[in-house]
């Protein structure tokens, strides 16, 4: 299973993605210095989404024996991700001036990007499989003429 590198990358952007159930997503500072935190699973919406993304990677990397379908699942993934990612942009947006992000906001990027370079490979490697059979059948048909 650990042997191809997209499966490396599907398991780095789970590890993120999981890490952000624990994880702060703010901190807002009041007038009287006290720090309040916001976690993602405190936020329906951002548990709803971490969810369905640890659910959409965990499918992607079980699925290392059928590429096709690792691919599709890992481009699902990396979509729901990206759109993680501007969900979280948005509320950025909306409360810059009042709360302090953590780092771990990214993390949706980064694993939309892992998503997208493990579907490449595991096209990549479901072709090579493919023009090996090609290949194979195309000598055995010449080997029987």
């Not at 379908?69 to 950025?92: E, K, M, N, P, T």
């Not at 302090?100 to 490979?121: H, I, N, Q, W």
């Amino acid at each position: 299973m650990w042997q191809r590198i997209q499966t490396l990358y599907l398991g780095i952007a789970t590890a993120m993605i999981f890490s952000m159930f624990f994880c702060t997503f703010a901190t807002i500072i009041g007038p009287d210095s006290a720090e309040i935190t916001i976690a993602y699973r405190e936020k329906l919406s951002y548990l709803t989404l971490l969810i369905m993304l640890i659910t959409a990677h965990i499918a992607a990397t079980a699925s290392f024996k059928v590429f096709f379908l690792q691919a599709r699942v890992s481009i699902i993934a990396g979509l729901l991700a990206f759109g993680f990612q501007i969900w979280i942009g948005i509320d950025i947006i909306r409360n810059m001036n009042e709360m302090s992000f953590s780092f771990t906001a990214l993390f949706p990027l980064a694993a939309g990007v892992l998503d997208f370079m493990a579907a490449k490979r595991s096209m990549v490697d479901e072709m090579t499989v493919m023009a090996v059979r090609s290949t194979r059948k195309s000598r055995k048909k010449k080997s029987r003429i």
